[in-house]
């Protein structure tokens, strides 16, 4: 029996801030973006919690009481 293929599409779903992003890499491994590392990074820093600081602040905080 054959399985169904999934068809892909052309355009993944991206937050509105990062519309048009294209990242690829090329044959030497390097990854190639059309938006500056800058402009990323302020954005994850904006919209994604670090797990390793809040673990750092969390055991900050027990060590003072």
Request: proline content about 3%; glycine content about 4%.
């Amino acid at each position: 029996m054959d399985k169904k293929k999934k068809k892909k599409d052309a355009s993944p779903k991206f937050h509105p801030e990062l519309e048009g992003l294209e990242v690829k890499v090329n044959e030497f491994g390097e990854v190639k973006t059309n938006f500056s590392i800058d402009k990323i990074n302020a954005f994850l820093n904006k919209n994604v919690d670090d797990k390793k600081l809040k673990k750092n602040v969390d055991n900050q905080e027990d060590e003072k009481k």
